[in-house]
């Protein structure tokens, strides 16, 4: 079979491919449901759980539930994010604070994060900050470590002709460290934005009044396997939209990266 350059370039096409491995597994999941080989109460259709999505949607829990847990996962990020980039950036560029750091982090960072709930609820108590710090401390380790070694990869060619041209300290850092490592960092920080969502619902699965974990637990109580289904299919969804901010902002900020 020959295939015309229009319709090669057309499946070539990263968008093209992406969709119709959904599609795929949608259509999979049809076909097993519906020819009756898989119980419906432990794999629930499409269909069924469209419904249940849909209901979620209009008693307005699933916008509640999903702001929640977006809430959650921002706020500990942002401030994981916020403080990994100077000490990252720090690390790298001197190798005192370096030998200080990276061990202790490099221990850290082997601990599980969720190994830590218990002690986050004795200090914290139940309520919005033990989730966040949850979330800040099984980001902010692997964040700084990245970045870390982000700038430690600036090539020495590209500092040494900055200290030629009369460049030093702030300015070298701000003009070529800087512009260097961003479209790293900016790719650390999507590839980590995935863990601080598997930790956010872990620390509503423990303990939370709303969130996409909480109705998960909930749904796992009572044996509704299709809210359960919407609740990781809302996470996904929400999880590639901001890949997908990321892979924009990317290509915006750091066109000349791409």
């Not at 949608?26 to 080989?37: H, P, R, Y």
């Not at 898989?38 to 307005?60: H, M």
């Not at 590839?191 to 637990?217: D, P, T, Y």
Request: proline share 5%; net charge positive; charged share 15%.
């Amino acid at each position: 079979m020959v295939w015309s350059p229009a319709l090669r370039r057309f499946f070539h096409h990263p968008w093209v491919l992406g969709v119709l491995g959904i599609i795929t597994v949608f259509v999979v999941w049809f076909l097993a449901t519906s020819s009756g080989m898989v119980d419906k109460l432990f794999l629930p259709g499409p269909g069924a759980v469209w419904l249940a999505g849909s209901d979620q949607f209009q008693q307005g829990i699933l916008v509640k539930d999903a702001i929640a847990s977006i809430q959650r996962v921002f706020l500990g990020f942002v401030i994981s994010a916020g403080l990994a980039l100077p000490i990252g950036i720090a690390m790298g560029t001197n190798r005192t604070i370096c030998y200080l750091l990276e061990p202790l982090m490099g221990l850290i960072r082997y601990m599980p994060a969720p190994a830590f709930i218990p002690l986050l609820i004795i200090y914290f108590g139940l309520e919005e900050l033990p989730k966040v710090m949850l979330i800040f401390i099984g980001t902010f380790f692997f964040n700084t470590l990245m970045i870390m070694d982000a700038v430690k990869f600036v090539p020495s060619e590209l500092v040494e002709t900055a200290l030629t041209l009369g460049g030093r300290g702030l300015p070298i850092l701000t003009r070529v460290v800087a512009p260097f490592i961003a479209p790293q960092v900016l790719d650390t920080y999507r590839i980590n934005m995935a863990s601080a969502w598997n930790l956010v619902i872990v620390a509503e699965l423990v303990a939370a009044n709303e969130g996409l974990g909480k109705r998960i637990s909930l749904a796992q109580r009572f044996l509704r396997t299709d809210e359960i289904f919407v609740g990781l299919i809302v996470i996904g969804l929400i999880g590639l939209i901001i890949d997908l901010g990321f892979r924009f902002l990317m290509r915006r900020a750091c066109s000349w990266a791409n």
